[in-house]
Nanobody
Framework: VHLQASGGGLVQAGGSLRLSCVAS????????MGWYRQAPGKQRELVAA???????NYADSVKGRFFISRDNAKNTVYLQMNSLKPEDTAVYYC??????????????????WGKGTLVTVSS
C-alpha cells in the first residue's frame, strides 16, 4: 500500500491551497482518513479527519478555514485550506486506516502514512 500526497506549495497569507492524498495497492477498504501536520520544532498534530461515513473532525485552529472531504471510489482524501496563515506552515501528512484483507476485520487493518507535502505560508 502506498499513499501519495500532493498539492503543497508556497502561498501568501490569506490564500488557499488544496491538498490531495491517494492510496494505491492492495486495498479492501478504508476507514478513517486524516491530515496531520508538523511544523519545525513541534510535534505532529491532527488537522482534520473524516470517517468512512463522512463524519468530520477538525483542530480548533483550523475550524471554519479548512475543509476535509473524501472520494471513496478513488481512495482519495482532500483538504481545502482557505484563509491560510503563516502559522499553518508545516509539512502535511495524510494517514489512512486501511484494510488489506478480505473483510473489515481489525486483524486486517492498520494505519498507513503518506510522505508529506510542504505548505509554506508567507506573511
Amino acid at each position: 500500500v502506498h499513499l501519495q500526497a500532493s498539492g503543497g506549495g508556497l502561498v501568501q497569507a490569506g490564500g488557499s491551497l488544496r491538498l490531495s492524498c491517494v492510496a494505491s495497492g492492495r486495498i479492501f477498504g478504508i476507514n478513517d482518513m486524516g491530515w496531520y501536520r508538523q511544523a519545525p520544532g513541534k510535534q505532529r498534530e491532527l488537522v482534520a479527519a473524516i470517517t468512512r461515513g463522512g463524519t468530520t473532525n477538525y483542530a480548533d485552529s483550523v475550524k471554519g478555514r479548512f475543509f476535509i472531504s473524501r472520494d471513496n471510489a478513488k481512495n482519495t482524501v482532500y483538504l481545502q485550506m482557505n484563509s491560510l496563515k503563516p502559522e499553518d506552515t508545516a509539512v502535511y501528512y495524510c494517514k489512512f486506516y486501511i484494510f488489506i484483507g478480505t473483510s473489515y476485520s481489525p486483524l486486517d487493518g492498520m494505519d498507513y502514512w503518506g510522505k508529506g507535502t510542504l505548505v509554506t505560508v508567507s506573511s
